[in-house]
């Protein structure tokens, strides 16, 4: 679990049409998410529907703090106005490396930026792909691991079965909610989460609020 958006956005959330489906059906067969599930009866996740922002605001995030990446975030908005690529292939460097942000992540922008302009990245065409084929094109592009192409899929696809196995903040909640916090490996978080499917992306969800009550949001 990384960085997350509390204040300023630049497009609409919207609520996926399954999350009540799929909160019965975790909360059916699995307890432990079901205690989670209720303690959280009106969080749901909220997607903006834009690959573009939601990669954007990932890698603002990339190894740096929530409250940090806050704040980063807050002025890269300001510098911007629109995420969009235009406006940030627009913004002249200097402007962008004092928002707080690294060269490296300002030409990581850059580049995702000419890869939306110019098509070589489509997300119009994504919605008849599946997810791993979605993931292979977008770790194409420079700056984009799987993590942030998963986080793609959770927040700006609004995929029901992503299970982002890389991410710190799913990797620690498992072993507290399910291991009384032995560190637990991947694969053994591969297995568990067999029971969670198709809604992954749910149960990982919930996960990361037992950690932190206040939703991600990318």
């Not at 292939?89 to 962008?96: A, N």
């Not at 990245?121 to 942030?148: A, F, H, K, S, Y």
């Not at 067999?194 to 037992?210: F, H």
């Given at each position: 679990?990384r960085?997350?958006?509390?204040?300023?956005?630049s497009?609409?959330?919207?609520?996926?049409?399954?999350?009540?489906?799929?909160?019965?059906?975790?909360?059916?067969?699995?307890?432990?998410?079901?205690?989670?599930?209720?303690?959280?009866?009106?969080?749901?996740?909220?997607?903006?529907?834009d690959?573009?922002?939601?990669?954007?605001?990932?890698?603002?995030?990339?190894?740096?703090?929530?409250?940090?990446?806050?704040?980063?975030?807050?002025?890269?908005?300001?510098?911007?106005?629109?995420?969009?690529?235009?406006?940030?292939?627009?913004t002249?460097?200097?402007?962008?490396?004092?928002?707080?942000?690294?060269?490296?992540?300002v030409?990581?922008?850059m580049?995702?930026a000419?890869?939306?302009?110019?098509?070589a990245?489509?997300?119009?065409?994504?919605?008849?792909l599946d997810?791993?084929?979605?993931?292979?094109?977008?770790?194409?592009?420079?700056?984009?691991?799987?993590w942030?192409?998963?986080?793609?899929?959770?927040?700006?696809?609004?995929?029901p079965?992503?299970?982002?196995?890389d991410?710190?903040?799913?990797?620690r909640?498992?072993?507290?909610?399910?291991?009384?916090?032995r560190?637990?490996s991947?694969?053994?978080?591969e297995?568990?989460?067999?029971?969670?499917?198709?809604?992954r992306?749910?149960?990982?969800?919930?996960?990361?609020?037992?950690?932190?009550?206040?939703?991600v949001?990318?």
């Amino acid at each position: 679990m990384r960085a997350r958006v509390r204040k300023r956005t630049s497009s609409v959330f919207r609520i996926p049409e399954f999350w009540s489906r799929a909160r019965r059906s975790l909360s059916q067969r699995d307890p432990v998410l079901a205690g989670i599930i209720r303690a959280h009866p009106a969080a749901a996740l909220r997607g903006r529907g834009d690959p573009f922002q939601t990669l954007a605001r990932s890698i603002v995030g990339q190894q740096i703090s929530v409250k940090a990446a806050d704040s980063v975030w807050r002025r890269f908005l300001d510098a911007v106005v629109k995420v969009r690529p235009a406006a940030v292939l627009g913004t002249e460097v200097p402007t962008l490396r004092n928002c707080g942000l690294s060269q490296r992540k300002v030409e990581y922008l850059m580049e995702i930026a000419r890869q939306f302009a110019n098509g070589a990245v489509n997300p119009g065409e994504w919605d008849t792909l599946d997810d791993e084929t979605v993931i292979e094109q977008l770790v194409r592009v420079r700056g984009v691991g799987r993590w942030t192409a998963e986080m793609v899929l959770i927040f700006g696809l609004l995929r029901p079965n992503v299970l982002p196995l890389d991410d710190l903040g799913l990797q620690r909640a498992v072993s507290l909610q399910y291991f009384a916090g032995r560190r637990v490996s991947m694969r053994t978080i591969e297995k568990l989460a067999r029971n969670w499917q198709p809604w992954r992306s749910v149960a990982t969800w919930y996960l990361w609020r037992s950690l932190d009550p206040v939703p991600v949001e990318y």
